[in-house]
């Protein structure tokens, strides 16, 4: 590295930096641009891009991360984002100097993923809470027909006991399918319920690590959108839709096959999840130090 001093960045590490995360999260972004050019649209992959609305220009942008001064090369870019001073020569990310609203997040988020990672992992839901979006209506949430048909559908939700702790989930329940929940989460009981089991959880930490963009660093934010890619493709190859058109096999959570893999593949993404949780943890902390 030719960095000039600890912490600092020449403009040829910091460039280099820069074009290889977005040559790497361009391995999503480029081909969901695509697939917007063409208007078409994919019951797996858009949701990464409409549930969160990191807009894929936003993923590709690179920042440093707190505690690095770059210098050299274009850095007026960086003094547009909030945060950023002049250092001498260079810039760099201050939390002292982020917006209270970037500081207020920064608490939430510490509060959350603190609360998360001091539960233990729970791996008996078998992914039910995309079942519960479509039983007993004729209105599945994707253009995508069911592989068990909507009365096999149905039966596989009153077979077993649903057990969702995330309320973004549990919010798009069928009103037939909410009291069959055995939580009731609310957006103010989150921080309450909220456990690294969960692959809702897992694939939020994506979301957390965007909403304290730019203070986290942008190899951190692709990180954590590479576990949410993989997440998803659980989350949906064990979903009611039939993908084998999309490629994808199910995994057949209505079988004791199905649910052992699916338990299987939670408890990875958990373990993948923890070390990404407790970076942002941190992060979170030197832009709200006061949050407990």
Same mark, same amino acid.
């Given at each position: ?84 001073l002049r250092d001498g020569d260079g810039v760099r990310f201050d ?24 539960? !233990? ?5 078998? %992914?039910?809470? $995309?079942? @519960?979006?479509?039983? =007993? ?5 994707? *253009? ?116 052992? !893999? ?5 408890? %990875?993404?958990? $373990?993948? @999840?923890?070390?990404? =949780? ?5 992060? *979170? ?8």
């Amino acid at each position: 590295m030719t960095a000039a001093g600890p912490g600092v960045l020449a403009a040829v590490d910091w460039q280099e930096r820069a074009a290889a995360h977005r040559d790497r999260v361009r391995a999503w972004t480029a081909p969901h641009r695509e697939r917007r050019r063409r208007g078409e649209k994919h019951p797996v992959w858009d949701f990464l891009f409409t549930y969160y609305p990191h807009r894929p220009a936003q993923l590709e942008r690179w920042d440093p991360g707190p505690g690095v001064r770059l210098v050299g090369g274009d850095l007026a870019p960086f003094l547009d984002r909030p945060g950023y001073l002049r250092d001498g020569d260079g810039v760099r990310f201050d939390p002292a100097a982020a917006p209270d609203r970037l500081r207020s997040t920064a608490g939430f988020v510490h509060r959350l993923l603190d609360a998360t990672r001091s539960r !233990a992992p729970r791996l008996g839901c078998f %992914g039910l809470h $995309e079942w @519960a979006m479509v039983y =007993r209506t004729d209105r599945p949430r994707h *253009a995508v027909g069911l592989r068990l048909g909507g009365a096999g559908t149905d039966a596989v939700v009153e077979s077993m006991p649903i057990g969702c702790s995330h309320y973004d989930a549990y919010r798009f329940f069928t009103d037939a399918a909410a009291p069959r929940n055995a939580l009731r989460p609310t957006r103010e009981t989150q921080v309450e319920h909220e456990q690294p089991g969960c692959l809702h959880a897992t694939m939020d930490l994506y979301k957390w690590a965007y909403k304290l963009v730019p203070a986290v660093p942008a190899e951190l934010v692709a990180d954590c959108f590479a576990l949410a890619a993989d997440t998803r493709e659980l989350d949906m190859r064990a979903s009611p839709y039939d993908l084998a058109d999309h490629g994808f096999s199910p995994v057949p959570i209505e079988t004791p096959a199905g649910r052992a !893999a699916y338990a299987r593949a939670q408890a %990875g993404f958990a $373990e993948r @999840a923890a070390p990404l =949780r407790d970076r942002l943890i941190a992060l *979170a902390a030197t832009l709200a130090p006061a949050a407990p």
